[in-house]
């Protein structure tokens, strides 16, 4: 098989982008982000499908002049099929069939999931076979075992909110806008661990957040009685809190994970795993162990259509194409 070009689309929640991989290297990865959902503190599913609608054919334009390719050069185009919010999959979807048809091109159908681990393959040093990802976002929370590119088990994941989720909630009693896990990112630095919340009791390699949701909102209430600025007076200290109690809890069962199944490669993926926090602490966890880790780049955790390219990149390969009639899948299964 010659060059692939691949053009990918992702529009599975609130970000509507589209990158050029050229023979699995990300050569252009543009993103148009939605500010419509700040003041709401979560994704309104009807204002992301019109937002995606408007930063479609943008975005795509924008993906291949960057990466200086006309459209009679792609061989391919990869795209999110879910998991994720209907209307904004429609959007992606009914564009990638339009132009596979116009262009008499295959189409490849990525999982959204899947892609976040496979950002690990954008850059290099390259994960060995076999490695554990912790795969973090606003709507999963995963330890998964990848031994091929296209092939991964999940050993465990969260019974109830996911770890992004925990973030922006708790980031929504404090007052902070949607999505609120960057911004405690950059609060908690200047803050000190000072309060101290129990970590849930869970089996195995699950995990679970709502009895710290819950437990962080009945401190607040209590302390808000006792003082109504305490918000105002220690938000540094309280992101720093509760950051380090959702890192603690993720790297926990990721180190448990590495330990019994005896794999000393590490990754992480997803939005989450931009956290700065998470980042430094994987990167001393592995060297007290002499494990390897792999972090991406930012631009790579969140959710961006090179990470769709470098999945379709792989399914190129194998002629793993879809047809036309294709539909998006909310509740896409691995
Ligand atoms: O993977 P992603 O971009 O979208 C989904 O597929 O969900 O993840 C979004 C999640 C949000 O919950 C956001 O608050 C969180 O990732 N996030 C962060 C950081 N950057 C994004 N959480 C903590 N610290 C960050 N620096
Ligand atoms: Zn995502």
């Not at 999959?89 to 990525?110: D, N, R, T």
């Not at 950002?119 to 990802?133: G, R, S, V």
Request: net charge neutral; aromatic share 8%.
């Amino acid at each position: 098989m010659g060059n692939s070009v691949i053009l990918a689309i992702e529009s599975s929640c609130d970000d509507t982008s589209a990158a050029v991989v050229i023979n699995g290297k990300v050569i252009s990865n543009i993103t148009a982000s939605q500010k419509v959902h700040e003041n709401y503190g979560g994704v309104v599913p009807e204002l992301a499908s019109r937002q995606h609608q408007i930063h479609i054919v943008p975005v795509v334009d924008e993906a291949l002049k960057v990466a200086k390719v006309d459209k009679k050069d792609i061989t391919a185009i990869a795209f999110t099929r879910g998991p994720g919010l209907l209307g904004s999959l429609l959007v992606g979807v009914s564009f990638a069939k339009s132009m596979a048809m116009a262009l008499y091109i295959p189409l490849i159908e990525v999982h959204h999931m899947q892609a976040h681990v496979l950002a690990l393959f954008a850059e290099d040093p390259k994960p060995p076979f076999p490695f554990l990802c912790l795969t973090v976002s606003g709507g999963h929370t995963q330890i998964v075992k990848i031994e091929d590119h296209l092939t991964m088990t999940i050993l465990g994941q969260t019974i109830d909110d996911a770890a992004g989720e925990a973030f922006d909630k708790c980031g929504k009693m404090l007052g902070l806008p949607y999505p609120s896990g960057p911004i405690i990112d950059k609060l908690a630095k200047a803050g000190e661990v000072k309060y101290e919340f129990t970590e849930p009791k869970i089996a195995d390699l699950d995990f679970s957040f709502s009895g710290f949701k819950t437990s962080f909102l009945y401190f607040l209430k209590k302390k808000l009685s006792e003082n109504p600025d305490f918000i105002q007076e220690n938000i540094h200290d309280l992101c720093a809190s509760l950051q380090h109690r959702i890192v603690t809890i993720l790297l926990n069962k990721f180190e448990k994970a590495a330990v019994d199944l005896d794999i000393k490669h590490l990754g992480v993926a997803g939005g989450v795993s931009a956290n700065s926090e998470l980042r430094a602490k994987l990167k001393a966890l592995c060297e007290k162990h002499e494990w390897s880790y792999y972090i991406p780049k930012i631009s790579l955790c969140t959710d961006n259509a090179g990470m769709i390219g470098v999945v379709g990149y792989y399914k190129y390969l194998n002629k793993n194409f879809v047809g036309l009639d294709v539909k998006p899948d909310p509740r896409m299964a691995w």
